[in-house]
Nanobody, 124 residues
Framework: QVQLVESGGGLVQAGGSLRLSCAASGRTFSSSAMAWFRQAPGKEREFVAVISWMGGNTYYADYVKGRFTIARDNAKNTVYLQMSSLKPEDTAVYYC?????????????????WGQGTQVTVSS
């Protein structure tokens, strides 16, 4: 069982940066791949980035590659999403998710545990 709580969202101007955090509790955090997804109003939830349970492997959606960085600190039970060069189209609720599925899946169906989300708004 893993419980997830996101923080760090807010309002930022285009071109700015934000760092999201996801604090996890539960004995299985360090053995779980962790991912970030996002959902904009009227759109389906979409994959953003994933990191393996040891942090050695990462994978990004094309639309954030080179701008976003996912990282984790297993000693602090926390996963991060550093977002730079933000664009208005990055505006969404960002969700943290955990899975014990092998590998680094990028589909939401692979994730059993979800946080409540944090709002990111990028103004033009």
């Amino acid at each position: 069982q893993v419980q997830l709580v996101e923080s760090g969202g807010g309002l930022v101007q285009a071109g700015g940066s934000l760092r999201l955090s996801c604090a996890a509790s539960g004995r299985t955090f360090s053995s779980s791949a962790m991912a970030w997804f996002r959902q904009a109003p009227g759109k389906e939830r979409e994959f953003v980035a994933v990191i393996s349970w040891m942090g050695g492997n990462t994978y990004y959606a094309d639309y954030v590659k080179g701008r976003f960085t996912i990282a984790r600190d297993n000693a602090k039970n926390t996963v991060y999403l550093q977002m730079s060069s933000l664009k208005p189209e990055d505006t969404a609720v960002y969700y943290c998710a955990a899975t014990q599925t092998y590998g680094i899946p990028s589909t939401s169906q692979a994730y059993l545990y979800w946080g409540q989300g944090t709002q990111v708004t990028v103004s033009s």
